[in-house]
């Protein structure tokens, strides 16, 4: 089973409630296949989140993307009650994600 | 012009303090930034200076500035927003330490005002991502900062500062100024401010450019993390930048170092909104062109923000948190069960809503709670947390944590309770013309 992880490296950062995480395969020729695993819907349920709370930027030219979390990180970094407030840790779950094929 | 060399000696309030003095050492630098404001220490600071508990700026910083200050070359340009609430107390502490160091002497101190909007910020400003005004917020309101861009900064060094303290300027903008005010580029010109901004917005993380926040298994390799290099920018008189460290310090500098600072924390890499430019991050381009060396060029701007963002700090009462750890045979149930006590006391002897209290298995899934792992943990931490204006009900959740001792689950140990006050940030957006950022010449 490959994940995202095998293809791809990624960062976490976030804005309030929003967590940021770009995402940029090691090989240039692996673009289109991340491009394809990076379906917002796939992610919002591996995100444990509604789908209309992902957007996904392509940055092509940069051979990355954007992948935009909304409401996950539990009112954010100066309010939240979870362990890891600013989300951090999200790129690592990221990386989990099954790529199809 | 010359090539313009500028450093970052911290990324954080609370970044390590010797890779700045290795920069001012060896990195034969014109300019060394020190960040040192995140988005919430402002408010923080804020709350301090009003209850008289300490300074409404950043003391850490003049012990920072005392280790690099006896390596600093005198051309060396200093800048950074840890004045926070009061950029004036910081530049007058820093004028002191100055004055008491040989390297110190005639080097004159700026300390750029005007980022404190809480007066000019109109009743009805609407905060972002709510249907509420700023009057909504009534006394929780502690603090009201703009991002201010470089402009002020720039005319304090062209006045001749050496060194330059602010409040919440943009972060990248506090690298931009000196870089824009070497070449000449004029801060009212988004199409000027394009490339310092850039070089800023790479720098302001510091290490998290030379491989800090990158290693990760066998094809992440970092070597010598301990020893971490900050980075250095060299910019050309075209706005083309080449980032390195100085030799011999740890880290490295790759296009993907480089690539993921790029993007970090940006929602829409078309449209990267600072004070001084919209900046189009997507058709930057990176190209190693050394052993970490690496140039980054085509940096563009969309015009500017009519609207600077506002940051609103909101008193927001006590974050409590205690937990109590389990290992070996049965961990997780016996941490569930833990959970399951807390959460039924809340409920059924104190008669509170026990959501409010959130539960989490640390070692489990506490950072991604709607994942469920395959296995069972070797050891795991029950943790239970809530937030509350009311000091009595986060030491109610304290003595309930504690009590699992004796009342709770078989074997649990390690019991670790913490209480903070907390001060929670949302946005709200100003018209660039209600903001008059200006320059006091301090030395």
């Known amino acids: 089973m490959t994940t995202l992880g095998d293809l791809a490296h990624a960062r976490a950062g976030d804005k309030g409630d929003t967590s940021i995480l770009v995402v940029a395969p090691y090989e240039p020729d692996d673009y289109a296949r991340v491009d394809d695993a990076l379906r917002a819907e796939r992610v919002a349920a591996h995100f444990g989140v509604d789908p209309g709370n992902v957007t996904i930027h392509p940055v092509p030219r940069l051979g990355a993307f954007t992948v935009v979390v909304r409401d996950r990180l539990d009112g954010g970094v100066t309010r939240s009650r979870a362990a890891d407030p600013h989300g951090k840790t999200l790129s690592g779950h990221l990386l989990d994600l099954v790529v199809e094929g | 012009m010359s090539t313009y060399r500028i450093g970052a000696g911290s990324g954080f309030a609370g970044d390590r303090f010797e890779p700045a003095e290795i920069l001012a050492a060896r990195g034969d630098l014109d300019a060394l930034v020190f960040e040192c404001l995140a988005e919430r220490t402002i408010g923080l600071a804020q709350q301090r200076a009003a209850t008289a508990a300490g300074a409404g700026f950043d003391r850490l910083?003049?012990?920072?500035?005392?280790?690099?200050?006896?390596?600093?070359?005198?051309?060396?340009?200093?800048?950074?927003?840890?004045?926070?609430?009061?950029?004036?107390?910081?530049?007058?502490?820093?004028?002191?330490?100055?004055?008491?160091?040989?390297?110190?002497?005639?080097?004159?101190?700026?300390?750029?005002?005007?980022?404190?909007?809480?007066?000019?910020?109109?009743?009805?400003?609407?905060?972002?991502?709510?249907?509420?005004?700023?009057?909504?917020?009534?006394?929780?309101?502690?603090?009201?900062?703009?991002?201010?861009?470089?402009?002020?900064?720039?005319?304090?060094?062209?006045?001749?500062?050496?060194?330059?303290?602010?409040?919440?300027?943009?972060?990248?903008?506090?690298?931009?100024?000196?870089?824009?005010?070497?070449?000449?580029?004029?801060?009212?010109?988004?199409?000027?401010?394009?490339?310092?901004?850039?070089?800023?917005?790479?720098?302001?993380?510091?290490?998290?450019?030379?491989?800090?926040y990158f290693a990760d298994g066998g094809r992440k390799v970092v070597p010598g993390l301990a020893t971490l290099g900050f980075p250095f920018a060299d910019v050309a008189s075209d706005g083309v930048a080449e980032f390195g460290k100085v030799e011999g310090t740890g880290g490295l500098i790759s296009r993907a170092t480089v690539l993921e600072q790029l993007l970090y924390e940006i929602d829409d890499p078309a449209r990267y909104k600072t004070p001084d430019a919209t900046l189009d991050l997507g058709d930057v381009r990176i190209d190693e062109v050394g052993a970490d060396r690496v140039r980054v060029s085509a940096a563009s701007?969309?015009?500017?923000?009519?609207?600077?963002?506002?940051?609103?700090?909101?008193?927001?009462?006590?974050?409590?948190?205690?937990?109590?750890?389990?290992?070996?045979?049965?961990?997780?149930?016996?941490?569930?069960?833990?959970?399951?006590?807390?959460?039924?006391?809340?409920?059924?002897?104190?008669?509170?809503?026990?959501?409010?209290?959130?539960?989490?298995?640390?070692?489990?899934?506490?950072?991604?709670?709607?994942?469920?792992?395959?296995?069972?943990?070797?050891?795991?931490?029950?943790?239970?947390?809530?937030?509350?204006?009311?000091?009595?009900?986060?030491?109610?959740?304290?003595?309930?944590?504690?009590?699992?001792?004796?009342?709770?689950?078989?074997?649990?140990?390690?019991?670790?309770?913490?209480?903070?006050?907390?001060?929670?940030?949302?946005?709200?957006?100003?018209?660039?013309?209600?903001?008059?950022?200006?320059?006091?010449?301090?030395?």
């Open chain 2, 61 to 212: 910083f003049l012990d920072r500035l005392a280790g690099a200050l006896p390596h600093l070359s005198s051309r060396t340009r200093v800048l950074t927003n840890a004045g926070a609430a009061d950029p004036i107390g910081l530049a007058r502490s820093v004028v002191d330490l100055l004055a008491a160091h040989p390297r110190g002497a005639g080097r004159r101190v700026a300390a750029i005002v005007g980022d404190d909007v809480a007066a000019q910020l109109p009743a009805d400003a609407r905060i972002t991502g709510t249907d509420l005004t700023i009057a909504d917020l009534g006394d929780r309101l502690v603090s009201a900062n703009a991002y201010i861009g470089a402009g002020a900064a720039m005319r304090a060094l062209e006045n001749g500062a050496d060194v330059v303290i602010t409040g919440r300027m943009g972060d990248a903008a506090l690298f931009a100024a000196p870089i824009a005010v070497h070449h000449g580029w004029d801060d009212s010109a988004p199409d000027d401010m394009a490339a310092p901004t850039l070089v800023g917005h790479l720098l302001e993380c510091a290490g998290q450019l030379t491989g800090g």
């Open chain 2, 301 to 443: 701007a969309n015009g500017r923000p009519e609207q600077l963002k506002v940051s609103v700090g909101v008193r927001d009462g006590y974050l409590a948190i205690g937990s109590i750890a389990y290992a070996g045979r049965g961990a997780r149930e016996r941490a569930e069960l833990a959970l399951r006590i807390v959460r039924e006391r809340w409920d059924v002897v104190h008669g509170r809503d026990p959501l409010e209290v959130r539960a989490d298995l640390q070692g489990y899934n506490s950072l991604r709670p709607w994942h469920v792992p395959v296995g069972d943990p070797a050891e795991v931490r029950a943790r239970l947390s809530l937030r509350t204006f009311d000091r009595s009900v986060a030491a109610l959740l304290h003595r309930e944590v504690e009590a699992l001792y004796t009342n709770g689950p078989a074997g649990g140990g390690g019991a670790d309770l913490s209480l903070k006050e907390t001060v929670g940030i949302v946005s709200t957006f100003i018209d660039r013309d209600r903001v008059a950022p200006r320059v006091e010449m301090v030395s």
